[in-house]
C-alpha cells in the first residue's frame, strides 16, 4: 500500500528513498523517524508535537528562528543560531555515541557547493544498509542474535552487494560517495569487540573487496564514558549499543590501530569537543580534498 508523503520518513531513507513510500518504510529505523523513536503505530498519519503545530499556524506569535527535535517526542525552539547549535549538540549528537552522524548532512551539503561547478553528486549511504537487500539484513544484525562468524559474513554479504550495486556505479559516474560506515567498522566490531580472528577478517575484505578502499575516512574518536553518556540520550538501543563499556573500549581501540596502520587515508577528529569547532576541522578537509 503507498501512503501518504512523510517527509520525516523520506529524510532517514535518504537515497533508499524511490518516490513512492510504502508501509514498511515506516519501519525503517532512522533518527528521524518518529514510529520507531517514539513506539508510535506504522499508520499514514504522522503525528507532530502541539509545538511544532503551533509554530505552523501561529508563526506571528512566536520569535523562534530554529527548530531541534530527537524524535522521541522532545524537542527544543531557539532564537539564535548559537542556542540552536547548542540545541543540535543536546539533541542530535546523542544519537550516536561519536557524533557522527550529527556531522554526515552538513558535510555532505558542503561537498555539495565544492562539486556543483563540476557537476559531480554526492551520494550518502550506510552500512550496514544502502541497499534493499542490505537494509533488510540490517534489521538481522542489529537485533537479532547469531553467531559471530554469520554476524561477520553477514556484514561482508551487504557490503559486497552495496559494493555492486551503489558505491561502485556512482564512482563510475564521477559522483562521490559518503559512506556511514565502512569495512573498518567490521574490524572494530566484529574483530576488536566480538574478538573474530582480524585475519579472517582480512580475508573477506580481500575476497570482497580486492584492493579498493575508501579514499578518506574520517574517524569520530572519542572516550568511551563520554560515548556511553551520549548512547544514553538515544532511542532504544540495537543489539551492539547495548554492549559493555569493556566492548567499547576494544571498539575504539580497533579503529585507532586501523588508523595508525594507513594514516594517509585517516583523518582523526577529537568528537568531544564542541560541534563548531569539529565542523571547522571538517571544513579544512573539505577544502583539502
Do not use: C
Not at 556505479?169 to 566490531?189: C, I, M, Q
Request: a neutral charge; proline letters at 5%.
Amino acid at each position: 500500500m503507498a501512503l501518504q508523503t512523510d517527509p520525516s520518513i523520506i529524510y532517514g531513507l535518504a537515497t533508499g528513498y524511490t518516490g513512492r513510500l510504502r508501509k514498511q518504510d515506516l519501519k525503517a529505523d532512522g533518527p528521524y523517524n518518529t514510529y520507531t523513536r517514539a513506539g508510535l503505530p506504522p499508520t499514514p498519519i504522522a503525528l507532530p508535537g502541539q509545538a511544532a503545530l503551533d509554530a505552523a499556524t501561529r508563526p506571528g506569535l512566536s520569535a523562534a528562528l530554529y527548530f531541534v527535535s530527537r524524535g522521541d517526542g522532545t524537542s527544543e525552539f531557539s532564537n539564535n543560531l548559537a542556542d540552536h547549535n547548542r540545541a543540535v549538540d543536546k539533541f542530535i549528537r546523542g544519537i550516536d555515541g561519536a557524533g557522527k552522524s550529527t556531522h554526515l548532512q552538513w558535510f555532505r551539503e558542503r561537498l555539495e557547493l565544492k562539486l556543483k561547478p563540476a557537476g559531480a553528486a554526492v551520494i550518502v549511504t550506510r552500512e550496514p544498509g544502502g541497499t534493499v537487500l542490505g537494509e533488510a539484513l540490517r534489521e538481522l544484525l542489529l537485533h537479532q542474535p547469531m553467531q559471530l562468524e554469520t554476524e561477520a559474513l553477514l556484514m561482508f554479504a551487504t557490503r559486497y552487494e552495496h559494493l555492486a550495486t551503489v558505491i561502485e556505479p556512482a564512482l563510475k559516474r564521477g559522483d562521490w560517495v559518503l559512506s556511514d560506515r565502512f569495512t573498518d567498522a567490521s574490524f572494530a566490531y566484529q574483530g576488536g569487540g566480538r574478538g573474530l580472528a582480524l585475519t579472517r577478517l582480512a580475508a573477506l575484505e580481500t575476497w570482497v573487496q580486492g584492493d579498493f578502499q575508501p579514499d578518506l575516512t574520517v574517524l569520530f574518536d572519542i572516550p568511551t564514558e563520554i560515548a556511553n553518556q551520549r548512547r544514553g540520550l538515544a532511542r532504544t538501543p540495537d543489539k551492539f549499543e547495548r554492549e559493555s563499556d569493556a566492548f567499547f573500549t576494544r571498539v575504539r581501540a580497533e579503529y585507532l590501530r586501523r588508523a595508525d596502520e594507513t594514516p594517509d587515508r585517516f583523518v582523526l577528529v577529537d568528537a568531544a569537543r564542541s560541534i563548531a569547532k569539529i565542523q571547522q576541522e571538517l571544513e579544512n578537509v573539505i577544502v583539502s580534498l
